[in-house]
C-alpha cells in the first residue's frame, strides 16, 4: 500500500495577504505534547522529532467559517503560543501545519518560494500553504465549512501549565491534554531528528513482498518485535475463513452462489472512535510473533494459520486486532479474497480498533468493493478512510492488480457454479 500523498499546487499565482472576509471561529481546541510528527518532505512522510530538551505540542482544533468557507490568507508569523493568565508570548517555534481527524498529518511550515504545499481534500475544498519570495512569511489559506486545523509548536523544557494560542488578533483557550509523554508513538514511517539548526534524516528500508507499505513500516519497528507495537481488534471467536471454506464445501449446489459472496459493510464496521496500542500481546504472544516471521518471509499460508493460532490462545483486545488485519493481508496474498474481506471487517467492528489496524483495512476493502462495482460499500470505506487520514491515496499499482485479478476470478467462479446449478 503506497504511503499518504500530498498533493503539490502547481499554480504560480501569488496570494495576497488580507483579513478574512468570512466570520470564522475556533472549536475544541486542545494542546497535547507528542514524541514527533509526521511530516511530508520531498514527496516522503518523515518524523520530526524535538530537539534536545525540547518538547513538541500538538494542537488541534476544528476551524468552522461562515459564508463560502474561506478562510486567510494567514501569516504563519501571526501565530504563536501565550502563556499564563497575562498571555505573555512563549518561547515556542511553530515548525508544522496540517490537518487531520484521529492523526493530524503535517506540512513543514517553512516552505521555498514559489513551492506551495496543498493537501488533497476533496473536491471544492482547499488547504494551500504558499509563500511568495524568500523575505516573505508563509501565508496559509483554506476554502471548506469544517476543518480539522491541525499546528505543532516546539518550546524548549518542560511547558508551562497555561497556555493560549495566539492567531491572527485572537487570544484563544486550550484545554490541556497531557503534557508529558506517558504513551507510545506508532511505527516509524522515517524519522527526522534536529538539534539546534542541524538536522539529519533516515528513512526506515522497505521489506520485499507484497505487503502494504503501512505493515511493511510496522514489521520493520523494534518496539513491534519486542511486542510493544501493533494494532488491533477486541473480538474473540471461531475461524471465520475455515467456516466458510467449510460451507462451500459441503452446501448443496442451490446454495453454492451464496456461499462465494463478498461480505457487506454495516455500521458496525464504521467506527468513530479509536483505542490505543496496548503494551502486552497475552498468551499467543509466541505464536504472533512466529506468524510476523512468517509473514517476513512471505510465507502467507503458515503467517495465516500462526495468525489464527495467536487468536485462539489469546491476544488482548488490540494484538487481537493486529493479528486480524494481518491475517487479512495473509489471505489477500494467498488469492483468499472473501477470507481476507471477512478478516478486515472483524478488524473494523471491533470496539478497541485502532487507527493504525482501520486504515490499511478500510484502504483495501474500499478497493475490493470498487472492482466489484459495490458503489454503497465502497463509498463507506472511502469515507472512514479519509476520517482516518485526509492525505491518502489509492493503493499500490501490485495490490490493486491483485485486487483486479481476485475479483475476476471470484466473478468467473460465481458464474461456473450458477451454469452447474442449473445443469443439476
Same mark, same amino acid.
Given at each position: 500500500m503506497t504511503a499518504s500523498v500530498l498533493a503539490l499546487a502547481s499554480s504560480q499565482a501569488p496570494a495576497a495577504q488580507e483579513p478574512p472576509a468570512n466570520t470564522w471561529r475556533m472549536e475544541n481546541a486542545t494542546i497535547t505534547a507528542v514524541p514527533f510528527v509526521s511530516e511530508l518532505v520531498d514527496g516522503k512522510w518523515v518524523q520530526r522529532m524535538p530537539a534536545k530538551n525540547g518538547t513538541l505540542l500538538e494542537v488541534h482544533a476544528t476551524l468552522n467559517v461562515d459564508g463560502d468557507g474561506s478562510f486567510g490568507p494567514l501569516s504563519l508569523s501571526d501565530v504563536r503560543l501565550l502563556s499564563g493568565a497575562g498571555a505573555m508570548p512563549l518561547a515556542a517555534e511553530l515548525v508544522a501545519v496540517g490537518v487531520g481527524t484521529v492523526k493530524c498529518r503535517y506540512f513543514p511550515a517553512q516552505i521555498?518560494?514559489?513551492?506551495?504545499?496543498? =493537501?488533497?481534500?476533496?473536491?471544492?475544498?482547499?488547504?494551500?500553504?504558499?509563500?511568495?519570495?524568500?523575505?516573505?512569511?508563509?501565508?496559509?489559506?483554506?476554502?471548506?465549512? &469544517?476543518?480539522d486545523l491541525c499546528m505543532a509548536f516546539e518550546v524548549l523544557g518542560p511547558p508551562p501549565p497555561t497556555l493560549l494560542w495566539g492567531i491572527a488578533d485572537r487570544s484563544l483557550p486550550l484545554a490541556v491534554g497531557s503534557l508529558a509523554l506517558d504513551f507510545l508513538p506508532g511505527p516509524p514511517l522515517a524519522q527526522q531528528t534536529t538539534d539546534g539548526d542541524a538536522s539529519t534524516s533516515r528513512a526506515t528500508p522497505p521489506t520485499s513482498g507484497h505487503l502494504p507499505v503501512p505493515w511493511e513500516r510496522a514489521l520493520s519497528s523494534p518496539l513491534l518485535w519486542g511486542g510493544l507495537a501493533l494494532t488491533a481488534v477486541a473480538i474473540v471467536g471461531g475461524i471465520a475463513v475455515l467456516r466458510m471454506r467449510r460451507q462451500t464445501r459441503n452446501a448443496p449446489p442451490g446454495d453454492a452462489v451464496s456461499a462465494l459472496d463478498i461480505?457487506?459493510?454495516?455500521? &458496525?464496521?464504521?467506527?468513530?472512535?479509536?483505542?490505543?496500542?496496548?503494551?502486552? =500481546?497475552?498468551?499467543?504472544?509466541?505464536?504472533?510473533?512466529?506468524?510476523?516471521? =512468517?509473514?517476513?518471509?512471505?510465507?502467507?499460508?503458515?503467517?495465516?494459520?500462526?495468525?489464527?493460532?495467536?487468536?485462539?490462545?489469546?491476544?488482548?483486545?488490540?494484538?487481537?486486532?493486529?493479528?486480524?488485519?494481518?491475517?487479512?493481508?495473509?489471505?489477500?496474498?494467498?488469492?483468499?479474497?472473501?477470507?481476507? &474481506?471477512?478478516?478486515?471487517?472483524?478488524?473494523?467492528?471491533s470496539p478497541g480498533v485502532t487507527a493504525e489496524a482501520a486504515f490499511p483495512a478500510a484502504s483495501q476493502l474500499a478497493a475490493i468493493y470498487r472492482?466489484?462495482?459495490?458503489?454503497?460499500?465502497?463509498?463507506?470505506?472511502?469515507?472512514?478512510?479519509?476520517?482516518?487520514?485526509?492525505?491518502?491515496?489509492?493503493?499500490?499499482?501490485?495490490?490493486?492488480?491483485?485486487?483486479?485479478?481476485?475479483?475476476?476470478?471470484?466473478?468467473?467462479?460465481?458464474?461456473?457454479?450458477?451454469?452447474?446449478?442449473?445443469?443439476?
Open positions: 521555498d518560494a514559489g513551492r506551495p504545499r496543498e =493537501a488533497a481534500l476533496g473536491a471544492g475544498k482547499e488547504f494551500v500553504l504558499r509563500r511568495e519570495d524568500s523575505q516573505s512569511p508563509v501565508l496559509l489559506r483554506t476554502r471548506t465549512p &469544517s476543518l461480505p457487506r459493510v454495516n455500521t &458496525s464496521h464504521q467506527p468513530t472512535a479509536f483505542a490505543r496500542v496496548q503494551a502486552e =500481546a497475552g498468551p499467543g504472544q509466541r505464536q504472533f510473533q512466529d506468524a510476523l516471521a =512468517a509473514l517476513r518471509l512471505e510465507d502467507w499460508a503458515q503467517a495465516t494459520e500462526l495468525f489464527g493460532e495467536a487468536i485462539t490462545a489469546g491476544l488482548t483486545p488490540t494484538f487481537e486486532a493486529g493479528a486480524w488485519g494481518l491475517r487479512g493481508e495473509a489471505l489477500l496474498n494467498c488469492d483468499d479474497l472473501i477470507g481476507a &474481506s471477512t478478516c478486515f471487517l472483524r478488524a473494523l467492528s472492482e466489484l462495482r459495490m458503489k454503497k460499500d465502497a463509498l463507506k470505506m472511502e469515507k472512514l478512510k479519509a476520517v482516518l487520514n485526509p492525505f491518502a491515496g489509492d493503493l499500490g499499482p501490485q495490490r490493486l492488480a491483485l485486487i483486479a485479478r481476485l475479483v475476476s476470478e471470484l466473478k468467473h467462479l460465481k458464474r461456473a457454479r450458477l451454469l452447474a446449478r442449473f445443469r443439476l
